[in-house]
């Protein structure tokens, strides 16, 4: 792969995940030096030790403090990729109010913290690259995913918000929604619906479900000089289960 993006810093989190490994292995093999954050700090280090020059980074994004302390310790970050998501499936009437605050906390509060922390720096080297992984639940809904869907809708304005207000200073922000994707989170939840994975598949045009490296592939690409010219959209990886 063309290392077009050597010498950048990218921040990662959720990194220790199936879809944010797979974005740190794509981002390390274009030259990027990798900050893999993850609340799962020993997977983190594990992710961090297969790549060179990554490091690894402990941080619950349900805890603004701990979030506000990454950002104290980071070095210059050039692109920030939001990838970290947490989701309580159940019926929205059904929902449990308690939980509402940590899943805002972590799928929306914690990226327009990070965001706002990385950003001015991104400004005023008038370069950088935000990337926020967003789901097809925030497009077109998730039966029992109601208060997911709706935080992770709210990355989709925070980034076009970024992407009008950062553009003249060379800043591109971006959206990526993944549809059903082969994930662990995905097989814990397919543990307790059984042919869930199978039906899934049967209704993506293309027959199967997304791997972690499908979505890392746009990503990384969104990252590189190619995609300069590319900010304020809303791409889904979803082998054509939406289609807009």
């Keep these: ?4 993006l ?12 199936g879809i944010g490994a797979a974005i740190c292995r794509d981002l390390a093999a274009r030259g990027v030096r990798v900050i893999v954050a993850d609340v799962d700090e020993p997977s983190a280090k594990r992710v961090a030790t297969e790549l060179p020059d990554a490091v690894a980074a402990g941080v619950d994004l349900d805890r603004p403090d ?10 210059p970050i050039d692109i920030l990729v939001s990838n970290a998501g947490v989701s309580v499936v159940e019926r ?4 449990d109010l308690s939980r509402w ?10 990226p327009m913290q990070l965001a706002r922390g990385v950003l001015p720096g991104m400004l005023e080297r008038r370069w950088g690259r935000l990337v926020f992984v967003s789901s097809d639940g925030a497009r077109v809904g998730s039966g029992g995913e109601g208060v997911y869907s709706a935080c992770k809708a709210g990355l989709l304005g925070l980034s076009r918000t970024l992407a009008r207000e950062a553009a003249r200073a060379g800043v591109t922000s971006n959206a990526v929604c993944p549809g059903p994707t082969d994930t662990p989170m995905l097989r814990r939840i397919a543990a307790q619906n059984a042919g869930l994975v199978e039906k899934l598949a ?4 293309l027959g199967r479900l997304g791997q972690p490296a499908d979505v890392a592939a746009l990503v990384g690409f ?3 000089d190619a995609a300069g010219y590319l900010t ?8 054509g289960i939406t289609m807009s």
């Design 66 to 75: 701990d979030v506000a302390a990454l950002l104290d310790r980071l070095e």
């Design 92 to 95: 929205f009437v059904e929902s």
């Design 1 to 4: 792969m063309e290392r077009s």
């Design 6 to 17: 050597g010498g950048r810093i990218a921040l990662v989190t959720g990194g220790a995940g």
């Design 232 to 239: 304020g959209q809303t791409l889904s990886v979803s082998g």
């Design 222 to 224: 969104l990252c590189s």
């Design 202 to 205: 049967s209704q993506i045009p």
């Design 101 to 110: 605050d940590m899943l805002w906390r972590v799928n929306l509060r914690a």
